[in-house]
């Protein structure tokens, strides 16, 4: 016997979010932050450096480099991506706009997958809403419509999904896999052939794509234990819609087929060699303040709700009866989390869960309190509504100087830098905060009775942020993290025409930045003899190894001619050498 549900929802509260009002706030999410920016230190301009060099032909598809340095991460397919892109690319567009169109798709693809998979969850006999005795309940399609909105709202309200979510680099196509393999997983019991091969189908890509992205061990724990579940509790939770059409195949079939694609992805991982310990050492370890704070900040307002969700539906979490629509995207934050804990960049791991974590998200929908659903609204709108105010604040005065002290405060943290206006950016930032004053006189005017609502305003909100920041602030956002200013500073030392440029010391980031802002000739050395040997006049080194340089080119004939900052960063220096008797541009003495 199925525990009872707590789910109470009525015809009206199960309306869907108008479609063109979704669709309008995913693009006003997945545009900003795609175009019109530069590469940002350090893992987007890093993964972008390697693609240019593969595109150019510089490196070798299967192990590509960057002046002589591998990647830092294993996975080579966001590379692969990248670098197709900007060879297909027509010629006007630019290198770093082509190397994010395939991203940008894999952004789509995450919401489109984590609303699909809440869909087939939410269609589950489990999953639905308490029958009244006199009818008037949400008919399984549109409670399944009402609560895919919700996860998708809950998945871009998380505070930690902007950033990452658009930057070229193999955590964007490990989410986008991971979406894949949840909808996957939430989608096998289907009767019809064509959606059981559509399943599977995008079971195949997740976990391969995983695997090329540098996660098989996530690919393998999250594949294996997907399988599990879906072998479990097919046909005791399947879609209550299709359950009783005749099925092309056994219900175990789908988990069976399941896990013999994850043992594929296995041997994938095994003959590419990409079996890593990522495990942090006790050196390493991190501290669990650190911890606490980033589960608090990144998944908000995800992770309160979640918590609700397993307090509320605790009784079918722990029956005897698997309840897939619970355990499923349970099983997903259970791993990420101690991927999370376990492995290093943290936030990247955390990343990965959140898809099923809006989704665990959303089951609490049907269930909050009116005062947690009116604690949440007065909190998201003071919230973003400060948050936008003092963006527009901030902006203002950089354009006019009044207020005097923000402009103070700019020029303090970006030295050099010369406010810039553009009236599309600022009609595109004008039209989503009055956009955004509209949402919240609808959502206050009177009492909303859809489930979705509490998510509406920490959606939208969460959207206005990542907008404005992406037009108001995009040029002083350029300026403080790109490496183009210290590009044309170090263009002005070197002059026109420098030639070649040694390079010692410098990391990936610094190395892949200046070559591509610079356009220059980048030959890395690391001993005496080749700087002697070499015909360039010119050597760029990280400032940090300064004792290095002196030894290395002691007696060779070289002077500093200067010390080139980044100009909001003054602990990353580069160092300039020129041979003694060299010309302005670098030429023969």
């Known amino acids: 016997m199925n525990p009872p549900n707590p789910a109470i929802v009525t015809r009206g509260a199960a309306r869907p979010l108008p479609r063109w009002a979704l669709l309008l706030l995913c693009l006003a999410y997945v545009v900003p932050g795609f175009v019109a920016r530069s590469p940002w230190k350090n893992a987007d301009v890093t993964a972008f450096g ?27 397919l966001p590379y692969w991506l990248g670098a197709l892109a900007i060879q297909a690319a027509p010629s006007w567009l630019a290198a770093e706009t082509a190397a994010r169109l395939p991203f940008a798709a894999l952004l789509v693809a995450t919401l489109a997958a984590t609303w699909w998979g809440m869909y087939h969850l939410a269609r589950s006999p489990a999953a639905q809403p308490v029958a009244f005795a006199f009818g008037g309940e949400a008919s399984p399609p549109d409670y399944a419509r009402a609560m895919a909105d919700g996860a998708l709202l809950a998945l871009l309200a998380c505070l930690g999904l902007a950033q990452l979510s658009h930057e070229v680099t193999s ?128 998944a908000w307002p995800a992770w309160p709700l979640a918590l609700w969700t397993l307090w509320r539906w605790r009784r079918q979490i722990v029956s005897r009866t698997l309840h897939r629509h619970l355990l499923l995207p349970l099983w997903f934050v259970a791993v990420t989390v101690s991927a999370t804990v376990t492995t290093q960049p943290a936030d990247r791991a955390l990343l990965l869960g959140l898809p099923a974590l809006a989704t665990l998200a959303a089951f609490a929908l049907p269930t909050l309190r009116r005062a947690i659903a009116s604690l949440i609204d007065w909190f998201t709108l003071l919230f973003f509504s400060a948050s936008a105010i003092a963006i527009w604040v901030i902006w203002i005065s950089v354009q006019t100087g009044v207020p005097a002290k923000p402009a ?76 183009r200013p210290q590009s044309d500073s170090l263009a002005r030392v070197l002059g026109a025409d420098p030639g070649c440029l040694l390079v010692h010391g410098l990391g990936r980031a610094q190395t892949a930045g200046l070559q591509y802002h610079g356009s220059w000739t980048m030959l890395p050395v690391t001993r005496a003899s080749e700087i002697r040997q070499s015909e360039c006049r010119w050597l760029v080194a990280d400032a940090s190894t300064q004792q290095t340089v002196d030894r290395l080119t002691r007696g060779g004939g070289w002077e500093q001619v200067a010390v080139v900052p980044r100009p909001t960063d003054r602990g990353d220096q580069l160092l300039v ?11 023969q003495p």
């Open 408 to 483: 103070a405060n700019v020029a303090k943290l970006a030295p050099g830098y010369t406010a810039e206006f553009s009236a599309m950016a600022f009609g595109v930032a004008l039209l989503a905060t009055l956009a955004w004053c509209a949402l919240v006189a609808w959502r206050v005017s009177r009492n909303r009775t859809e489930i979705w609502k509490s998510l509406v305003l920490p959606a939208s909100g969460a959207a206005l942020g990542w907008l404005l920041l992406m037009t108001l602030w995009l040029p002083l956002l350029d300026y403080g993290r790109s490496y």
């Open 50 to 76: 390697y693609m240019l060099e593969l595109a150019r032909g510089a490196t070798d598809w299967m192990s590509p480099s960057l002046a002589g340095m591998a990647p830092d991460t294993d996975g080579l």
């Open 171 to 298: 955590y964007l196509t490990q989410l986008a896999f991971t979406a894949l393999l949840f909808f996957a997983a939430a989608s096998l019991p289907r009767r019809s052939l064509p959606a059981f091969a559509g399943s599977l189908a995008a079971a195949a890509a997740g976990l391969l794509g995983l695997v090329l992205s540098g996660a098989p061990t996530l690919a393998m724990l999250l594949g294996g234990g997907s399988a599990l579940l879906v072998a479990c509790t097919t046909g005791a939770d399947d879609d209550a819609a299709v359950s009783a059409r005749p099925s092309p195949a056994p219900r175990w079939a789908g988990g069976v087929a399941l896990a013999l694609l994850t043992a594929l992805a296995a041997g994938l991982a095994g003959a590419l060699d990409l079996w890593r310990w990522r495990i942090v050492t006790e050196d390493e370890a991190k501290e669990w303040q650190s911890l606490v704070r980033l589960l608090i900040w990144f």
């Open 577 to 587: 050498l020129r041979r003694i008797g060299a010309g302005p541009g670098g030429g």
